[in-house]
């Protein structure tokens, strides 16, 4: 059974930093692509960033390019979201999913088949 354990979300300031971890079992992590997608109260889940099964590929939306940025370690089965200059319009509950394969340039909720319980990230103004 697959598992997924988002950590790092809390209250930052705008303009500061998060690093957000995802901590996966039960599965070959290393063949799959992960993502991070995001979602506030009322709208639906929205894509941030993915990133392929060994690393090569990312993917991210546009409002995150340039100050986020997603790795991973398959030794730890972990993937990370480095996230820098944070703005209030961040502030959502972000979710960690594995791809049903290793591509790593899906964007859709559909692509992905297994979803962590999520972790919310304020950013205050």
């Known amino acids: 059974q697959v598992q997924l354990v988002e950590s790092g979300g809390g209250l930052v300031q705008a303009g500061g930093s998060l690093r957000l971890s995802c901590a996966a079992s039960?599965?070959?992590?290393?063949?799959?692509?992960m993502g991070w997608f995001r979602q506030v109260p009322g709208k639906e889940r929205e894509f941030v960033a993915a990133i392929s099964w060994g690393g090569g590929r990312t993917r991210y939306a546009d409002s995150v390019k340039g100050r986020f940025s997603i790795s991973r370690d398959n030794t730890k089965n972990t993937v990370y979201l480095q996230m820098n200059s944070l703005k209030p319009e961040d502030t959502a509950v972000y979710f960690c999913a594995k791809d049903s394969s290793g591509y790593g340039g899906h964007a859709n909720v559909a692509d992905f088949d297994s979803w962590g319980q999520g972790t919310q990230v304020t950013v205050s103004s």
């Open positions: 039960g599965l070959t992590f290393s063949s799959y692509a």
